[in-house]
């Protein structure tokens, strides 16, 4: 079992960046995928991005090009840089986890999450 505990939101302008983290309890981190989602106000959850054990990655068409993620396995973080950022960024972003081999960008194959940062963009 993991916990997961993100930090680094906050509001930006519009241009910004932030960088979110994620930090994981537990010794088997490695054993993880991670991804980040996302929650406006009245919308669905949405896929971000997801980094495989490997370190392989996948991005969310909306992100590709801004945001990157990446992973520390010997300091048990995930990390979301976000970078050029615009109003419709602006949600709370979360970090799941799932013990697994390859990427997973559906919301229902993580067991584990993270409470939320808020991200705001203002324009």
Partial sequence: QVQLVESGGGLVQAGGSLRLSCAASGRTFSSYAMGWFRQAPGKEREFV???????????????????????????????????????????????AAVIGLGLFIR????????QGTQVSVSS
């Fill in 49 to 95: 991005a997801s980094i495989s054990r490997s370190a392989n990655t996948y991005y969310a068409d909306s992100v590709k090009g801004r945001f990157t993620i990446s992973r520390d396995n010997a300091k048990n973080t995930v990390s979301l840089q976000m970078n050029s950022l615009n109003p419709e960024d602006s949600a709370v972003y979360y970090c």
């Fill in 107 to 114: 919301s229902s194959q993580y067991g584990y999450w993270g």
